[in-house]
């Protein structure tokens, strides 16, 4: 990714009932709000491409850094995703009176599913980017991918399980650069947190809600994703009503970079119907 100097003067920083958490919102005046969701271990500026593409459509894009990673500070007990949730919503109205669109990746998918389910008219758009409803992998080498995750960041520490996760999301000799960037991403997170939310994640499942969605949904499949296989995808896309689901060709699951050109548009499509 290129340098986050350009965001300096967008940081923030919201005291909620969970600690302080910095956002980046470089475009403050602009309409309507989008909020923007990070994956397990990533922070706020991961959305580097998108943020730019969306200010310059006249939006008001808001990427935070989730409680307990990037520069946000946990104060909670525990991490649960359905408080993490609630403090999406406070942080919302702290925002904006009107509804606004919620977009997530991975993780950051999981919560914005959540905030779905819940929205109570607080939002008007949902898109869901290499996600899921419940995390059940069916093949064993997928399994076996993310028993090894939970297992590295348990008995070898976070810093092994960063760079599995680095090599998994960015495999390409000419992505060493990427590499290492996501690892002192995911180094900076809370270390408790981290592995309370891959708990979370592991045990997540709310596919028996997901007809409880009544908002616009665009859902966002990368072709070559191994972390959330298309499969487990597709049951947002078959269970949400009147769900859209888009698959990004030559893609992995770090879709929002690794395709960012091809994503920025479908979001722009969705969102400016």
Known sequence: ???????VDAERMYEGTLGEMFFLDPNPTGSPCVLLLHGLGADGASWEYQLRALVEAG?????????GFGRSIYRGKGWRLAEVRGEMFRFLESLTARPAKVVGLSMGGAL???MGIEAAGRVDQLVLM???ACLRPKTFSERLYLVRRFLVANLRGVKYQAELVAWRLFPQPDQAGLRQLLVEK????DRN?????MRQLAVFDVRRRLSEIQVPTLVITAEGDTTVPREIQDVL????????QVVVPDSGHAVIVDQWERVNQILLDFLHP
């Open 1 to 7: 990714m290129s340098d986050q100097g350009w965001a």
């Open 112 to 114: 914005a599913v959540s």
């Open 59 to 67: 939006m008001r894009p808001v990427a935070p850094d989730l409680p």
């Open 186 to 189: 995911i180094l900076q997170a």
């Open 193 to 197: 947190v981290y592995r309370a939310a």
């Open 130 to 132: 290499n996600t899921f």
């Open 237 to 244: 896309a078959q269970n949400i009503p009147g769900a859209k």
